[in-house]
């Protein structure tokens, strides 16, 4: 029976103590960032079968060749070699995909240098880098405080031990050059280990700590994004979004990289859209644009440049042909016809119902709490 069950989230693996006191780990895919799906399992290939994705700690993995001779599979607990020392992760991704995931890094398997995999962890190894994976908090929580006393602009995102406890590498955000090498001093000293400092942005801190977004979903950095594009405001313009800071940037404080996603389309869209800068001419008065819907490519006209009640809608091609025939001197009949006005459809942050959806039950239910209420006897 396993008792003291633990989910590790960061690495996506499940910790468990038998009765006997030993730690048993498995792999939970769900519990992954940047999780790649194997939809070619349980079909081999040989030129990759000696290659296997190995994970660590949140969006850290990488490719590696299995050196032991040993039979490896998904999920398993391996012992790889490190710049110094070893480390332990564990086996994500077996067989054609890992070719895949090749491509997309763009590494040439033949000429370049894997770092290999010794052999599969034992209780032993496992009981080490639990002990290390213990440290990583107090750690975190201490050269926080020893990077304020040093008065060092920096913030320390994450830390993360190696698997045989010997080296932590420390996550930091600066947004200028940091001299730390005071800070690895006594780094050094208080904690006993190898020092490794990498610097990482907001996006990246963000894909380490994880969460979900406003969509409801998993945040993109953690889900997929391993490589940032820069984003700026002109993708919520060319959407025609509000220039809102709180509702364009994400948990990380930048501009949600979600802008990027629909940009092109959007752009594709406009370039089929005229640029009305001056009113439509029409025999019956001037029209006045009001609003275009992008997508759809439809423009909505209005006579009354004040009001947006009597809209009439037009394509683009329509546009296009009404500025032409403006340009040569000619006006259209009018915009009115015997379809009534229509105004556009757009959808609120609360969806199509009304604030006053639930006026008419709160009288119902008024009513039916007077219909109960017993008459009071008079004296």
Not at 106 to 132: G, M, S, V
Not at 140 to 161: N, T
Not at 289 to 302: A, G, H, V
């Amino acid at each position: 029976m396993m008792e003291s069950r633990r989910y590790d989230c960061s690495r996506g693996c499940v910790v468990e103590r038998t009765e006997g006191g030993e730690a048993v780990c498995t792999y939970r895919p769900g519990c992954c960032k940047l999780e790649v799906y194997d939809w070619l399992q349980g079909i081999s290939q040989e030129q990759y079968k000696d290659y296997f994705e190995v994970r660590f700690k949140n969006t850290r993995k990488g490719i590696y060749r299995n050196a032991s001779g040993q039979s490896l599979k998904t999920g398993d607990l391996v012992i790889v070699e490190a710049a110094s020392g070893h480390d332990l992760g564990i086996v994500t991704l077996e067989g054609p995909m890992v070719a895949h995931q090749m491509k997309c890094k763009k590494i040439n398997p033949e000429t370049f240098e894997f770092k290999k995999i010794y052999r599969k962890a034992k209780l032993f190894d496992i009981e080490k880098w639990q002990e290390a994976i213990a440290r990583e908090h107090d750690v975190m929580i201490r050269s926080r405080q020893i990077a304020e006393e040093l008065e060092l602009e920096m913030k320390i995102g994450d830390v993360e031990f190696q698997g045989d406890g010997t080296k932590a590498i420390f996550y930091y955000i600066a947004d200028g050059r940091v001299d730390f090498r005071q800070l690895i001093k006594v780094f050094a000293e208080e904690f006993r280990i190898r020092i490794e400092m990498k610097q990482i942005g907001a996006r990246q801190e963000a894909g380490l700590i994880g969460g979900l977004g406003v969509c409801g979903r998993e945040l993109c950095c953690s889900n997929y994004i391993s490589s940032f594009q820069s984003i700026t405001t002109s993708a919520a313009r060319v959407q025609d979004l509000s220039l809102n800071p709180q509702k364009l940037a994400g948990q990380c404080g930048k501009l949600k990289c979600c802008l990027n996603y629909e940009t092109a389309v959007y752009m594709d869209a406009q370039s089929r859209i005229p640029k009305v800068h001056n009113p439509l001419e029409f025999e019956d008065g001037l029209a006045y644009l009001m609003k275009t819907d992008i997508l759809s490519e439809t423009m909505y006209f209005s006579y009354d440049s004040t009001s947006l009640a009597n809209l009439y809608p037009l394509s683009a091609e329509d546009v296009w042909e009404i500025i032409r025939m403006n340009r040569r001197g000619e006006k259209p009949e009018s915009l009115k016809s015997d379809v009534a006005p229509a105004a556009p459809e757009f959808v609120s942050a609360v969806g199509d119902d009304s604030i006053t959806r639930f006026d008419e039950a709160r009288k119902r239910k008024k009513k039916r709490n007077n219909r109960n209420r017993k008459p009071q006897k008079s004296e």
